[in-house]
């Protein structure tokens, strides 16, 4: 059997992956949580949305050069591979398909289902078993298309990505004329509701939220062999989307704050959206535009999920991990690698049956509560620093701005998002957090023999 994966993506598909995977949930989601994080703050919010946007954009640059400088390898775990060494980037692939990306699916399996609750009036629904019977329905579908129809999926996320970027657009655009002009949008900038957030803590509390809002992007790399010219592909996906994502999101947060008080917003919860393009474009024409925020939610996690599925063949081409001759499989039909498929849905489920636990259904796990859509995304980044590192020493031949200005940046940003995580959620939450992620990953190194290529 041909386990090799064949090229049959291109740059239209690979930007698509970018910008899907990030914009379609976080920006609809967050927007609420950063408010609430800094007090009702609108400029803060906005330096929130800013600042983590430029650290997607130094790690992106960091790994664009990856892409363009280790030709041979493909996705994440190759690139800790020729940067750190083989156990690291064992390590990094683990997490990355036991934990980082389960989290984010199950958490934007929830948010479709949430999203969809709210669009036909559940709004009441949205933390009861309801609403999570149909994340867990929206996960199953999302994961049978991916399997059994990998060029529809790809195709899907293209079009879910043009379909998503029409609300941002319009509420972007039409909000803030309609802002400046109702001067809605002077008195939300003025204007701050609670004076009990200092700035500081707004601003770290703000920026681990919108931390979710931006990830996903790094796992674009995940489709590189099947790439049509990846070398050039690549690059031009992860920095262009990257771009593309930091405009929109800023553009879009502004001219929210255009069409509602930061009151409102703050109040609504999950329904802050909805009522937001309704009050701008009317009730039937807001109600037309939000479904499309469902569609929105449901690009992204086709998106995440079009990655997950290579997460354990990702260690399986290297002879590694639980039965690597399992997981390397890849069905000579759909050319996808059903194993892995199968066994990140059961990592998926288990995630969303936490997620709910800990986050809706009345903190079933004590200390060990912790928000799966955000930590995981800050111990990537701390992930990222000894590649970067050794990026910047290895990197012979790169530019200056290549080889050491980037990863540098890189470096920075990815230690702040670490400090910012430790201030907004207390040292007691990281650390229960990370005795969880410690022994997934202990078993993980238990795993790591098998037939390993030579």
Not at 22 to 37: H, P
Not at 286 to 298: D, E, K, P
Not at 363 to 390: C, H, K, R
């Amino acid at each position: 059997m041909d386990n090799q994966l064949k090229e049959k993506y291109g740059l239209p598909t690979a930007i698509g992956m970018v910008v899907g995977i990030v914009i379609g949930s976080g920006v609809f989601f967050k927007a609420e949580a950063v408010l609430n994080k800094t007090g009702g703050n609108m400029p803060l919010g906005i330096l929130a949305w800013f600042i983590v946007g430029l650290v997607m954009i130094f790690c992106s640059c960091a790994f664009s050069t990856m892409a363009t400088h280790y030709e041979e390898a493909s996705g994440i775990v190759d690139y800790a591979d020729v940067t750190v060494g083989k156990r690291y980037a064992y390590n990094l692939g683990w997490f990355v398909a036991t934990i980082y990306a389960p989290c984010l699916v199950s958490a934007l399996a929830w948010i479709s289902a949430r999203y969809f609750c709210v669009l036909i009036g559940w709004e009441d629904q949205i933390t009861a078993g309801s609403c999570m019977t149909m994340a867990g329905f929206l996960l199953c579908i999302s994961y049978a298309l991916n399997a059994l129809a990998p060029k529809l999926a790809g195709k899907f996320q293209v079009s879910c990505t043009v379909a998503k970027m029409i609300p941002l657009a319009l509420m972007a655009v039409v909000g803030t004329v309609v802002g400046l002009r109702s001067g809605q949008m002077a008195e939300n900038i003025s204007t701050m509701h609670t004076a009990t957030v200092s700035a500081g803590e707004g601003l770290m509390g703000a920026m681990v939220a919108v931390a979710f809002a931006y990830e996903g992007w790094v796992l674009a790399t995940s489709i590189s062999k099947e790439l049509k010219n990846a070398k050039r592909n690549l690059p031009l996906a992860l920095i262009g989307g990257s771009l593309v994502v930091v405009l929109v999101y800023i553009l879009y947060y502004i001219g929210l704050h255009g069409a509602v008080s930061t009151q409102e917003l703050m109040a609504s919860g999950q329904a802050g959206a909805k009522m937001a393009f309704q009050r701008v474009f009317g009730e039937s024409a807001g109600t037309l535009v939000f479904v499309l925020i469902v569609v929105s939610c449901l690009g992204t996690l086709n998106g995440l999920t079009l990655s997950c599925c290579r997460g354990l063949y990702a260690l399986a081409v290297r002879g590694e991990g639980p039965r690597p001759e399992m997981f390397v499989q890849v069905d000579p039909v759909t050319n996808i690698p059903t194993n892995s498929a199968v066994m990140s849905l059961v990592f998926n489920a288990a995630w969303l049956l936490y997620f709910y636990g800990a986050n809706l259904g009345g903190g079933w796990f004590g200390g060990f509560n912790f928000d799966s859509s955000e930590l995981p995304v800050i111990t990537l980044y701390a992930m990222y620093i000894p590649m970067f590192v050794q990026l910047m020493r290895k990197g012979k031949g790169l530019s200056t701005v290549s080889r050491y200005v980037m990863p540098a940046l890189g470096v920075i940003g990815c230690l702040f998002m670490i400090y910012a995580a430790f201030a907004a959620y207390g040292v007691s939450t990281v650390f229960h957090y990370l005795i969880v992620y410690a022994v997934i990953m202990v078993v993980g190194n238990l795993l790591y023999g098998g037939k390993r290529k030579a």
